[in-house]
């Protein structure tokens, strides 16, 4: 494995040692609602959660393509959470995880109906490679949905960038729309999900000054990037 995708694996099952995988779960579901409605997955598809953590979402996404052959699966470069997934879902039939960097999913080609990943695609080393890789996954006329909170539009969200202890990409939404196009997905969109939970009175954590700064941050919100693969011709 690359240096870079080492240092993910060994952050990140940290992460998932110290309890922050189940964590966000509450973090991100109110800017995962928003995207899951405009995905509308349907019985029978088959979807990918990119950067799955310990599964929730991947778990939400096999509920709504439950019946045939409908399936859910997520991948995941922490063995730690995917060790957590598996174990929240043992329950869920249809429903599978893998562990792996995100620039080699071991899937056939044109296998997935859609694709999601949520806050995980600006850790991603070489997110062109991952691009390619999710364009080969992806069906013909197949979506992905990417959701992220980490983008230069977002200045708070910039704050994050020196204090993490892995790279991340920090890019604009331009960018990541040019990009999208260049590796060769069409009809390559974004929109901004602001997080409508409310936010309390005081803040006394590390992210905010205020919280008036993540009330703020919450109003500009995430960057939800949407992309279809070519459909056959
Ligand atoms: C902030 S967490 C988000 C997890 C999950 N999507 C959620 O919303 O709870 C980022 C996740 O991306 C995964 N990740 C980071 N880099 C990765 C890579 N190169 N390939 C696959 N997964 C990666 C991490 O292991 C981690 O579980």
Known sequence: ???????????????????????????????????????????????????CGTG???????????GGPGMAVGQDISEEMIARARAASVDIENVLFSTGAADEIPWREDYFHKIFSIESFYYYAD??????????V??????????????????YSLRWVKELNVPVHARSEKE??????????VDAVSER??????????????????????????????LLLVARKPPEK
């Open 176 to 185: 990541y729309v040019k990009m999208l196009s260049e590796i060769g997905f």
């Open 193 to 222: 999900i602001p997080d409508p939970t409310p936010t309390p009175e005081t803040y006394s954590g590390k992210w905010f000054a205020n919280a008036e700064e993540l009330r703020d941050f919450k109003r500009i919100g995430a």
């Open 1 to 51: 494995m690359a240096d870079a995708d080492e240092k993910l694996r060994v952050e990140f099952n940290q992460w998932a040692a110290d309890g922050r995988g189940e964590e966000m779960e509450s973090h991100h579901l109110c800017i995962a609602q928003p995207m899951f409605q405009r995905m509308a997955l349907a019985p029978g598809e088959r979807v990918l959660d990119l950067g």
């Open 138 to 155: 992806l069906a013909p006329g197949g979506q992905l949905f990417i959701l992220i909170n980490l983008y230069t539009e977002n200045p």
């Open 56 to 66: 929730w979402a991947t778990r939400l996404a096999a509920h709504s393509v439950e």
């Open 127 to 136: 997110q062109q490679a991952v691009l390619r890789e999710l364009l080969r």
